[in-house]
């Protein structure tokens, strides 16, 4: 992660798959993910970290020897290079992007590639401007990015084990130069070498530090560039059952950003930051390597679900650029409960996100009604009802009001899917207060503008 974005942030301090992925319709071989593992992942970190790469600085000794390294991982697992000239190499300046390719099945979608990347660069012996100090030591970068690398090498091995390909091209990339300003991931928006010349970007994945899990949360970044991403992310989480937590800010802090700013849908995965951000205590007995698998796990399943997915895929969603953590807060603020109407019937108020109508937001739940009971929470998301997607709040308010005295709801809770029997409805009452709209937030999001 570069540190130029994120010094403001620093005293925050600490602030595979589902069944359904390779099982289904499409019947991938699950033992392809078995390649995954935190073992295997841990001997990445280990070899990306020694001191013998120096910090990994971009353009140096020590950053050359860690290409080297990724090159060697991605031959031996059979990848096809996707560089200049038949290497995997993408030179810019005195630095090289890494990339290997997986081919599309599909025909009808093969120019349509999705990138999976992390950056392999990091600060070599730290400066006044990119380290907390002590400067003059080898940073080792283990969780910043050795991890997000494990993670992607992991994800190319499983890929390239996988009997039946995604529908669309996947490019596994390793950017360079990110901690230098995202020169990597700018350069390859701009310039894309010749086994790429007639693809085109349509979604990327960017693993940036996934080494320090703690209590299973992550953070997502960018999880509303694109219509149904969200439902995809807590779909791909199934397995994995991480905490997501969704932060609508975008910061040029790291290799999401030119593709955002290229209008690709792109979201970040990161396990947040940390007392060793940027210093030589980065090291790698303190990186989780069962959360950089779980990471890479949930990555994975996002990146075949999106290559994968039947029709055309969403596009950018431009609004998501005006987007703050301010206008999340306003659209998840809790409704107070008030006096209690005497003929509640399910017990709940939502509010409509207007980037994701099919997932209202629960701002109110009456205590003792049929849905507090039934675990309810605020926060959560209603997505189907009785097992069907509901389609916007209206349709939702609707089906609630016709059903008979219970239900199945299907939530959407930090990330995770979370079904509750609803009981005790009772028979439907003329003007129920209880689960009405909500008011629109008071500082609704800026309105959708072109770039
Ligand atoms: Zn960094």
Redesign the pocket.
């Known amino acids: 992660?570069?540190?130029r974005a994120v010094l403001p942030a620093i005293a925050v301090g600490w602030s595979i798959l589902s069944a359904g992925l390779f099982g289904g319709e499409r019947g991938h071989a699950a033992e392809a993910l078995s390649v995954i593992d935190a073992v295997g992942a841990g001997r990445h970190v280990a070899a990306l970290a020694d001191d013998a790469l120096e910090g990994r600085e971009g353009g140096s000794r020590g950053g050359r020897a860690a290409g080297a390294y990724i090159v060697e991982t991605l031959r031996n697992a059979g990848l096809r290079p996707a560089g200049d000239e038949g290497t995997y190499y993408q030179r810019f300046g005195t630095m090289r992007n890494i990339l290997a390719l997986v081919p599309g099945s599909d025909p009808a979608c093969e120019r349509e590639l999705v990138v999976v990347g992390a950056h392999y660069d990091?600060?070599g012996y730290g400066t006044a401007a990119n380290s907390y100090g002590p400067t003059g030591l080898i940073h080792n970068?283990a969780d910043?990015?050795a991890s997000g690398v494990a993670g992607v090498l992991e994800i190319a091995e499983v890929l390239q084990a996988m009997p039946a390909k995604p529908r669309r091209p996947v490019l596994l990339a390793f950017w360079d130069g990110?901690?230098k300003g995202l020169l990597g991931s700018w350069h390859f928006v701009r310039v894309r070498p010749q086994p790429l010349r007639e693809l085109r970007p349509v979604f990327a994945v960017n693993l940036d530090m996934i080494g320090r899990l703690r209590g299973d949360r992550v953070e997502v970044y960018g999880g509303r560039t694109m219509t149904g991403l969200r439902r995809i992310l807590a779909e791909a989480n199934r397995e994995t059952g991480l905490e997501l937590v969704i932060d609508w800010d975008i910061v040029d802090d790291s290799d999401h950003f030119p593709f955002i700013e290229s209008r690709v849908p792109t979201v970040m995965l990161h396990t947040g930051l940390h007392d060793e951000y940027?210093r030589p205590s980065d090291d790698v007995q303190l990186v989780n390597t069962a959360g950089v698998e779980a990471v890479a796990r949930l990555a994975l399943g996002v990146v075949t679900a999106v290559a994968d997915r039947p029709g055309t895929l969403a596009g950018f969603r431009d609004a998501s650029r005006q987007e703050k953590n301010a206008h999340r807060d306003a659209l998840e603020r809790v409704v107070p409960a008030g006096p209690v109407a005497a003929r509640v019937r399910w017990g709940m108020s939502t509010r409509s996100d207007a980037g994701d109508p099919s997932a209202p937001v629960v701002v109110r739940v009456v205590p003792d009604s049929p849905l507090d009971l039934a675990g309810l929470r605020c926060g959560d998301r209603i997505i189907a009802i009785d097992g069907e997607p509901i389609a916007n709040q209206a349709a939702m308010l609707e089906r609630m009001a016709k059903a008979g005295d219970a239900l199945m709801l299907t939530l959407e809770r930090v990330g995770r899917i979370v079904e509750i029997d609803v009981s005790g409805g009772g028979a439907p009452v003329a003007s129920g207060r209880d689960q009405d709209a909500a008011p629109p937030p008071a500082a609704e999001p800026a309105p959708a503008r072109g770039p």
Request: hydrophobic fraction near 25%; avoid cysteine; charged fraction near 35%.
């Open positions: 992660m570069d540190v990091h600060v970068g910043d990015n990110e901690e940027h």
